[in-house]
């Protein structure tokens, strides 16, 4: 096809705005449309579906996602304004190898459907030392996820045998 030339009185044809955001260590240019979440662009036009839509308006957790460490939720965070280094479950799979095999062995999942943000918030929690040795208190710590399946204590458990491995290991 020709290459099209604008012609006089034709509006200018706008490109669609673009910001550089790291993903899992590596540099993307995404939509900065303003209205893209973090949670659009990781999942369409990155490809990153480990992350989940729930709720869509930070209420649930399902879309938990690390920024510089601390957890974030995509659904609500514009993909402009975001600053520093996400990680997404997919970059987590490796370093959060011991909790996902503490929520397997502890039956910390059902539907599965909340899984990566419960596993995101924890491996956040547990890099940064932050685990709290009392249950109430890590309650507390992993309420912004919610489960409809478990009833969370197996998952408080997952976390708490994770930590402990984490800790014993270093
Ligand atoms: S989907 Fe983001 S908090 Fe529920
Ligand atoms: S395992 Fe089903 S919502 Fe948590």
Same mark, same amino acid.
């Given at each position: 096809?020709?290459?099209?030339?604008?012609?006089?009185?034709?509006?200018?044809?706008?490109?669609?705005?673009?910001?550089?955001?790291?993903?899992?260590?590596?540099?993307?240019?995404?939509?900065?449309?303003?209205?893209?979440?973090?949670?659009?662009?990781?999942?369409?036009?990155?490809?990153?579906?480990?992350?989940?839509?729930?709720?869509?308006?930070?209420?649930?957790?399902?879309?938990?996602?690390?920024?510089?460490?601390?957890?974030?939720?995509?659904?609500?965070?514009?993909?402009? &304004?975001?600053? *520093?280094?996400?990680?997404?479950? !997919?970059?987590?799979?490796?370093? /959060?190898? #011991?909790?996902? %095999? $503490?929520?397997?062995?502890?039956?910390?999942?059902?539907?599965?459907?909340?899984?990566?943000?419960?596993?995101?918030?924890?491996?956040?929690?547990?890099?940064?030392?932050?685990?709290?040795?009392?249950?109430?208190?890590?309650?507390?710590?992993?309420?912004?996820?919610?489960? &409809?399946?478990? *009833?969370?204590?197996?998952?408080? !458990?997952?976390?708490?045998?994770? /930590?402990? #491995?984490?800790? %014993? $290991?270093?």
């Amino acid at each position: 096809m020709g290459r099209h030339r604008r012609q006089r009185g034709e509006p200018a044809r706008t490109q669609s705005p673009t910001t550089t955001l790291t993903v899992n260590g590596e540099e993307h240019q995404v939509s900065a449309a303003a209205d893209a979440t973090l949670l659009d662009v990781l999942r369409d036009e990155l490809g990153l579906q480990g992350t989940k839509l729930g709720c869509g308006r930070g209420e649930c957790g399902a879309c938990t996602v690390l920024v510089d460490g601390r957890a974030a939720l995509a659904c609500i965070a514009l993909a402009s &304004r975001v600053r *520093g280094h996400v990680e997404t479950i !997919e970059g987590l799979a490796e370093p /959060a190898k #011991a909790l996902r %095999a $503490a929520f397997a062995d502890t039956g910390a999942f059902q539907c599965g459907y909340c899984t990566p943000g419960q596993v995101v918030r924890a491996a956040g929690l547990i890099r940064s030392g932050a685990v709290p040795a009392d249950d109430r208190d890590l309650r507390h710590q992993l309420a912004g996820n919610i489960c &409809r399946c478990t *009833g969370y204590q197996a998952i408080v !458990e997952a976390v708490r045998t994770a /930590a402990d #491995a984490t800790a %014993a $290991a270093s």
